[in-house]
């Protein structure tokens, strides 16, 4: 009875293991689902963005044609505040340290989410600035300006000549990659075309470039810093999802394991106690 009750337990602990993980599996994929059309609009707003970016660029004929090979350099990492991601916030990490490693220049680490500020710790890159990750999307929209001023300053503080994204792009369903963007100063060669090809004339420009290229600046800015922070919780969903429906695959196999071993054992139980019963009958007779 001690070995039934035992197996019993471990059925009962397995079930509920399964309901939490299938929990978490649902809603990973509701938050990938909500984030994956914020992530394909900001995508085309951003491209618009730099567009008009390099549209003015070019007009003054202003911003290097590469990224400065001297100063100092400010690293912004995004991680995650939660696990059970699989390796979404080592990857991000690892490619974050080893962008420091190849920098010509000094770098200062800002880390987004917990995770990240504590695995750049345990590798001797304490962040200088750490910030939670949002969980949701309305979770992005409300700390974004807060945000967007705290890196600036931190950014202004450490006399930084360049600003770096590193984040997990999101590519699909469970998969990202990581990179290394440069926000910071807007580099000519790194923005691309934009969609400037795409629209096949120029824009029609009726205030001054100078003034609009600090508005440009202004908005690219943040529109990056958004466009990361989504692609980021998206890429942190999609892992997440992958990680458990794979833990409760394994769940599964495991629950009718051990509910064939708590048959089996309930079976021997019942026989023992059956054939207790006739011995004694036949002892008595």
């Known amino acids: 009875m001690p070995e039934l009750r035992e197996l019993k337990r471990k059925v009962d602990s397995a079930k509920a293991l399964g309901e939490v993980v ?24 951003s491209e618009l963005v730099q567009t008009g970016l390099i549209v003015l660029l070019d007009r003054l004929a202003v911003g290097e044609r590469s990224a400065p090979t001297e100063g100092r350099c400010v690293a912004l990492v995004f991680a995650g505040d ?5 390796t979404y ?5 690892a490619a974050a340290l080893e962008f420091g490693e190849s920098s010509p220049v000094p770098v200062d680490f800002i880390s987004i989410g917990r995770r990240g500020y504590d695995l750049l710790s345990a590798r001797g890159k304490e962040p200088v600035l750490g910030a939670p990750a949002a969980t949701s999307v309305e979770g992005v929209k409300a700390q974004l300006p807060g945000l967007a001023a705290d890196i600036f300053d931190k950014y202004t503080e450490l006399g930084g000549t360049e600003l770096k994204f590193v984040y997990n792009a999101y590519e699909g369903m ?8 440069p926000v910071l100063p807007p580099v000519r060669d790194m923005l691309g075309e934009g969609r400037a090809a795409a629209l096949g004339y120029d824009p029609i420009i009726t205030a001054s470039p100078t003034e609009l290229l600090g508005a ?8 990056e810093l958004c466009r990361a922070l989504l692609e980021s919780h998206c890429s942190e969903n999609g892992a ?9 695959s394994n769940i599964d196999d495991r629950l009718i394991e ?15 106690e059956l054939l207790d ?9």
Do not use: P
């Open 22 to 45: 299938g929990a978490m599996r649902n809603l990973a994929a509701i938050y990938v689902r909500r984030a994956e059309t914020a992530v394909e609009a900001i995508r085309g707003y």
């Open 174 to 181: 469970g998969r990202f990659k990581e990179t290394v963007r």
């Open 216 to 223: 440009f600046f202004e908005e690219y800015f943040y529109i």
């Open 240 to 248: 997440r999802l992958i990680s458990m429906t794979a833990a409760g």
């Open 82 to 86: 939660q696990g059970l991601c699989g």
């Open 258 to 272: 051990l509910t064939q071993t708590f048959q089996s054992a309930r079976q021997d139980s019942i026989t023992s």
């Open 277 to 285: 019963v006739v011995g004694g009958a036949e002892a008595l007779r």
């Open 89 to 93: 916030n080592d990857r991000v990490v």
